[in-house]
C-alpha cells in the first residue's frame, strides 16, 4: 500500500533553516508529482509546493516563494523541501502528499 513517511521537522529560531524529507514506498514514486501542504493550529490546509514527477518543474505559493525549495531523488524515492528565512508563521505542521495519500506529518515551529 502507499506510504508516505516525512521527517525533518523540529524547532528553529526565525531566520533558521530546515530541511524536510518524505519518503514513499509502494508505488512507482518516480511517475507522480509530489507536493508539500502543511497545517498551521487553527487554519486550513494549506498548498506550499509541488514538484512534478522528473523534478525539473516546480511551483510555490507566494508566502513562502523565494524562501522554500522542493527537490526530490527519485533513486531514494524522497523528496524535500528546503526551508530558509523561516519566519514565525511559518509553524505548521507539514504533509506530503500524492493524490488522496498523506503522510503523518512532521511539526515545524518558529519561534524565539
Known amino acids: 500500500q502507499v506510504q508516505l513517511v516525512e521527517s525533518g521537522g523540529g524547532s528553529v529560531q526565525p531566520g533558521g533553516s530546515l530541511r524536510l524529507s518524505c519518503a514513499g514506498s509502494g508505488y512507482t514514486f518516480s511517475s507522480y508529482s509530489m507536493i508539500w501542504v502543511r497545517q498551521a493550529p487553527g487554519k486550513a490546509l494549506e498548498w506550499v509546493s509541488i514538484v512534478d514527477s522528473g523534478g525539473a518543474n516546480t511551483y510555490y505559493s507566494d508566502s513562502v516563494k523565494g524562501r522554500f525549495t522542493i527537490s526530490r531523488d527519485n533513486a531514494k524515492n524522497t523528496v524535500y523541501l528546503h526551508m530558509n528565512s523561516l519566519k514565525p508563521e511559518d509553524t505548521a505542521i507539514y504533509y506530503c502528499?500524492?493524490?488522496?495519500?498523506y503522510g503523518q506529518g512532521t511539526q515545524v515551529t518558529v519561534s524565539s
Open positions: 502528499n500524492r493524490n488522496v495519500f
